[in-house]
Structures are given as structure tokens and as C-alpha cells.
């Protein structure tokens, strides 16, 4: 079951760094669109803006549930290498637990925030502004997956391979 986990969680932090990375070069092409628009062609391309936003939010996101899995999230490591071995490992089993709660609760509350938000639309792209939260919801449950994985790998004695091996 656990192999089957981590599996399922590599590749998809591998896939959502894809998207990160695919997400940061739409990003980039989108404002430079809108620089040569602005300033060569003298009209400013509406959706431009609107578009770099939504990107960002889907780049952060998927970046942020990757960087849990990955171990690459903020941290108090001094105050957890001062701690006894069996210590420390409760610790390290709250802290995801701690980090696994706020996921579901950020998955839950963007779900609830992205449902209120569908009937209205993004006014220069035309798109529903309830986009704008999915990935939030989407983050949040592979936060939680991916912290669930860290608690079982944390038991068993082993380390969670980060996406990019």
C-alpha cells in the first residue's frame, strides 16, 4: 500500500512541477505579450493581466504542494536536531499531521470559496472566477496526501525520495 502511495504521489508532484514550469513560461510569455502590446503596438492587450493572474495562482499552488512533498517547506530543523530520537520523531509526525490538517482545511475552505464564486465571470477572459480557487482545493488534497506519506514513511523508518529522482 505504501509503495503504491509513493508512486502515485512522485508522479504526480512530478507532473505538478510540469504544470509549475509549463504554468511560468505561459506566465513570462503572457506579460511579455503585454509589455509589446503596451509599448510597441500602443494597445494593451486586455487579458493579458487577467491571465498572468490565474497563472500565478496555479504555479504557487502546485508549487507549495510540491515543495511538502519534497521537504522543501519551511522549517524549525535546529530545535528538532536538539530533540531525543523518540522525540524528535513524535515532532516530526505532528508537525505533518499539523501540515496535513491545514491541506484538507485549505482543500475544503477553497472548494466552499471556488463554488460561491462559479456563477460570476472573470471579466476580460470570459472564464468562470470560481478558477481562480481550484488550486487551492487541488494543493490542499495533495498536501495531505503527501503529508500522509511522510507520517507512514516516518514510521517505517525511511526518507520520501523528493519527485525529481
Not at 2 to 27: D, E, H, P, S
Not at 86 to 96: A, P, W
Amino acid at each position: 500500500m505504501y509503495k503504491a502511495l509513493t508512486l502515485f504521489n512522485a508522479t504526480v508532484a512530478r507532473w505538478c512541477m510540469y504544470a509549475a514550469v509549463a504554468g511560468l513560461i505561459g506566465i513570462v510569455a503572457t506579460v511579455s505579450w503585454q509589455v509589446f502590446g503596451r509599448y510597441v503596438l500602443n494597445d494593451t492587450p486586455t487579458w493579458a493581466e487577467s491571465t498572468a493572474l490565474v497563472l500565478i495562482l496555479y504555479v504557487t499552488m502546485f508549487g507549495a504542494a510540491v515543495g511538502v512533498r519534497d521537504a522543501g517547506h519551511i522549517g524549525l530543523e535546529s530545535l528538532l536536531i536538539l530533540a531525543p530520537d523518540g522525540v524528535r520523531l513524535k515532532l516530526e509526525v505532528v508537525i505533518h499531521l499539523l501540515v496535513g490538517s491545514f491541506g484538507l482545511v485549505m482543500a475544503w475552505n477553497g472548494g466552499i470559496l471556488a463554488e460561491s464564486v462559479m456563477a460570476y465571470k472573470i471579466p476580460t477572459l470570459g472564464l468562470p472566477e470560481g478558477i481562480n480557487h481550484i488550486p487551492s482545493v487541488i494543493a490542499g488534497v495533495l498536501i495531505a496526501l503527501f503529508s500522509l506519506e511522510h507520517i507512514i514513511a516516518l514510521i517505517r523508518g525511511e526518507e520520501v525520495e523528493p519527485s525529481w529522482h
